[in-house]
C-alpha cells in the first residue's frame, strides 16, 4: 500500500486496510496495533486539540489525544492496554506513538474485517499522521490478563499507631518482561502513607512489598492499590477501619497526680492519729 495512501490530513481524515479470515484463522485473542508518527502543524491555535481513533470492525481498538499547551508544546496522552498508560509533552515537530491493544471479544470473526483509523482535528493541530504498515490485528494465543494483585480486603487500626497494608503481584510472564510499578492512593481520607509508590526494575512472574500509614481520626476509608507493568492494568481496593486510640495506662501526669493524693491522704491521717493520741493523754 502506497505511502501517501496511509497518511492522513485535514483533507484526507480516514484510513483503512482490510483482511479476509476464514474459521480456521481466529485465534482465542487477538491483539490491534496502531504505530504512527504525528507530525504537528506550524501555526498551530494556543488551545488546539486533536484526536486520532482506531477501530476494529468498528469496535473501538485506540484513542490518542492531542493538546497544545499554553506554554508551547503539545500533550499527548494514550491508555493502551499492553502500552500502558503514556502521557507525555513534546514541544517537538513530531512524536512517534505505538500503540497495543487488546480488541472486545469477538471483535474479529471470519470473513472481511477492517481497520480503520481517523484523524478528528477541527482546530488544525495537526499535520499529518503517518501510519506504518506495522499497524493492524494479530492472532495470539497470550490472555490479555497477564497481571494480578493480591490484597487484603480489610485492615484495622487505631488512631495514631501505624498499620501495613502488605501486597502481592503476579504475573504469568508470557510476555516479555518489564519494570513494574506499584501505587497507592486513598480518596481524601486522613490516612498518612509513608510512600504512594513502589518500583521494581522488573516484573518477573511475582512481586511483593507494603506500604505503611497512619491513620488521624476514626472511621472507615478505602485505598486503591494499583499495578501497571505494561501490561493489563491490575488493581483493588483495601477497606481501612480505624478505631479510637486505646487506653493504655495513666500517663505521667496522672502517676504524679496519683502520689500526691497519696501523700495528702498519709499526712491527713498521721495528724488524725496524733490529735486523738493527745486527748488520750
Known amino acids: 500500500m502506497a505511502t501517501r495512501e496511509r497518511t492522513l490530513t485535514g483533507d484526507r481524515t480516514q484510513f483503512s486496510a482490510r483482511w479476509t479470515l476464514t474459521a480456521g484463522d481466529l485465534a482465542p485473542w487477538f491483539t490491534t496495533r496502531l504505530k504512527m508518527r504525528i507530525t504537528f502543524?506550524?501555526?498551530?491555535?494556543?488551545?488546539?486539540?486533536?484526536?486520532?481513533?482506531?477501530?476494529?470492525?468498528?469496535?473501538?481498538?485506540?484513542?490518542?489525544?492531542?493538546?497544545?499547551?499554553?506554554?508551547?508544546?503539545?500533550?499527548v496522552f494514550y491508555d493502551g492496554y499492553l502500552s500502558g498508560p503514556v502521557t507525555t509533552v513534546t514541544k517537538e515537530d513530531s512524536i512517534v506513538v505505538d500503540y497495543e491493544n487488546y480488541p472486545r471479544a469477538g471483535s474479529v470473526s471470519p470473513g472481511p474485517n477492517t481497520f480503520k483509523v481517523a484523524l478528528q482535528d477541527g482546530d488544525g493541530l495537526v499535520d499529518r499522521v503517518e501510519i506504518d504498515p506495522a499497524s493492524g490485528f494479530t492472532a495470539t494465543t497470550i490472555q490479555p490478563e497477564q497481571l494480578s494483585i493480591a490484597l487484603p480486603k480489610k485492615l484495622s487500626a487505631e488512631v495514631g499507631e501505624q498499620f501495613t497494608l502488605p501486597y502481592e503481584v503476579s504475573s504469568r510472564a508470557e510476555r516479555a518482561d518489564r519494570p513494574l510499578s506499584v501505587l497507592v492512593e486513598s480518596a481524601g481520607g486522613p490516612l498518612e502513607l509513608d510512600r504512594d509508590q513502589d518500583t521494581f526494575s522488573t516484573t518477573?512472574?511475582?512481586?511483593?512489598?507494603?506500604?505503611?500509614?497512619?491513620?488521624?481520626?476514626?472511621?472507615?476509608?478505602?485505598?486503591?492499590?494499583?499495578?501497571?507493568?505494561?501490561?493489563?492494568?491490575?488493581?483493588?481496593?483495601?477497606?481501612?477501619?480505624?478505631?479510637?486510640?486505646?487506653?493504655?495506662?495513666?500517663?505521667?501526669?496522672?502517676?504524679?497526680?496519683?502520689?500526691?493524693?497519696?501523700g495528702v491522704a498519709f499526712l491527713l491521717l498521721t495528724g488524725s492519729r496524733r490529735r486523738a493520741d493527745r486527748r488520750r493523754a
Not at 506550524?42 to 484513542?63: C, H, K
Not at 481520626?217 to 492499590?225: D, M, N, S, T, W
Not at 494499583?226 to 495513666?250: E, F, I, Q
Open 204 to 262: 518477573g512472574t511475582k512481586q511483593t512489598g507494603e506500604f505503611t500509614g497512619t491513620a488521624t481520626q476514626p472511621g472507615r476509608y478505602e485505598l486503591r492499590v494499583a499495578a501497571n507493568g505494561g501490561y493489563n492494568p491490575a488493581a483493588g481496593t483495601v477497606l481501612v477501619d480505624v478505631k479510637p486510640a486505646g487506653r493504655r495506662g495513666p500517663g505521667l501526669a496522672a502517676v504524679i497526680g496519683a502520689v500526691m493524693l497519696v
Open 41 to 75: 502543524a506550524r501555526g498551530a491555535p494556543a488551545d488546539g486539540t486533536a484526536r486520532v481513533v482506531g477501530a476494529l470492525n468498528d469496535s473501538p481498538a485506540a484513542l490518542v489525544t492531542l493538546r497544545a499547551q499554553p506554554g508551547g508544546g503539545t500533550r
